[in-house]
Nanobody, 119 residues
């Protein structure tokens, strides 16, 4: 069984910063790509950022230059540093990881953490 546990969400004023963390635990061989998605009320879940096991990153146009994704492969943890936050960043943020369990690689999701940007 694989679990992704997120932390770091909260309420912040526009222009502020938050740092999200997501730690993977359980029994698995390795973690490949990891990423962050978000879903605002009434909207589809969308990609925020991804990072490969080798450290290559990809960002949505809406967050590029403001958000930074990183990972600690020793701790099996992915981070999302969010700077210059805007009200439109308000959403539930979900951690995603492609986890190899024995012979197969499957996507796992965290429970989500609320990020609210408001004055």
């Amino acid at each position: 069984q694989v679990q992704l546990v997120e932390s770091g969400g909260g309420l912040v004023q526009p222009g502020g910063s938050l740092r999200l963390s997501c730690a993977a635990s359980g029994t698995f061989f390795s973690i490949n790509d990891m990423g962050w998605y978000r879903q605002a009320p009434g909207k589809e879940r969308e990609l925020v950022a991804t990072i490969t096991s080798g450290g290559n990153t990809n960002y949505a146009d809406s967050v590029e230059g403001r958000f930074t994704i990183s990972r600690d492969n020793v701790k099996n943890t992915v981070f999302l540093q969010m700077d210059s936050l805007k009200p439109e960043d308000t959403a539930i943020y979900y951690c995603n990881a492609a986890v190899r369990v024995r012979f197969h690689t499957s996507d796992y999701w965290g429970q989500g953490t609320q990020v609210t940007v408001s004055s």
